[in-house]
């Protein structure tokens, strides 16, 4: 081989390696490109990904408050009952029951399951108060009229200041029947409930006839409600306890802390999986 075959031959391997540089060059580039573009992707799936996790965590902290206001409202509202106008008392309980029950629906499609379990206990609390609050209403404004009626709501002072006024023996007698009204006898119920309307029609604790209500005062119709409710005294106990003994025997307290506690520990990250996180 003479030297210009050698240059020749040179020249076509420098050519090669320069194609085979370019091309890997364009490899390199494409590459590049390639894993850049992924990498951006990637990126943007990720930052999608907190974006959605921030918008659900925002609107589970959103419906847990409004389930808990919505709660909130609907307990006390069954503890305050007896002061609402007797002819709205069901349908107030009935317009916080639904309020509470869409606030509950709304947490079945954010989770977790655990905050939903403790939300559908706390609404299985107020279920079981709403059974017998209206009845309750009826009961216990009629055991506090009566107690009104006293001097001042005791009978012994009753006595002494008074010299025995009948009316006011007449609302301390009905205000000690209604309180045991369960424990009383069956058979004997029927000649009790004749002797109990008796006790409050003379106690003075009722309205004239066609004129407003006044506090502390029961119509005619509260009577008649009364009667009816005394009538069936199922869970008696829970109808004509005070207020500060009734509030802790419903266990909405319990109910109320145990679901915040699930909220707590789920956004410390110490509760149980979410559901479709």
């Known amino acids: 081989m003479n030297v210009q075959d050698v240059h020749t031959a040179v020249t076509a391997l420098g050519a090669v390696f320069s194609g085979v540089a370019a091309l890997a060059a364009v490899m390199v580039a494409r590459w590049q490109t390639t894993f850049g573009r992924r990498l951006a992707l990637e990126s943007m799936s990720a930052q999608a990904a907190v974006e959605r996790r921030q918008r659900l965590d925002a609107e589970r902290c959103e419906a847990w408050k409004a389930f808990l206001r919505a709660s909130d409202a609907f307990a006390d509202t069954v503890w305050r009952l007896k002061e609402f106008d007797p002819r709205s008392r069901a349908e107030e309980l009935r317009t916080k029951s639904q309020e509470l029950t869409q606030a509950c629906s709304g947490l ?85 409930l004749d002797h109990l309307e008796y006790l409050v029609r003379e106690s003075g604790v009722l309205a004239d006839d066609g004129a407003p209500a006044e506090s502390g005062t029961l119509t005619e119709e509260d009577l008649q409600q009364l009667l009816a409710v005394t009538r069936n005294p199922v869970s008696w106990s829970l109808l004509s306890a005070e207020d500060y003994w009734f509030r802790p025997r419903t266990g909405y307290d319990e109910g109320r802390s145990a679901f915040v506690s699930s909220v707590h520990a789920f956004l410390d990250g110490t509760g149980e999986a979410t559901a479709g996180a």
Not at 156 to 163: A, P, V
Request: with cysteine; proline share 4%.
């Open 108 to 192: 079945r499609v954010l989770g977790p399951d655990a905050v939903v379990r403790h939300a559908e206990e706390l609404r299985g609390r107020c279920g079981r108060m709403e059974r017998y609050a209206v009845r309750r209403a009826v009961v216990r404004s009629a055991l506090d009229a009566l107690k009104r009626r006293w001097c001042p709501g005791n009978a012994e002072r009753c006595e002494e200041r008074c010299g025995g006024n009948d009316a006011h023996g007449c609302a301390s007698l009905a205000h000690e029947m209604l309180e045991v009204w369960g424990d009383r006898d069956e058979d004997d119920r029927p000649d009790d």
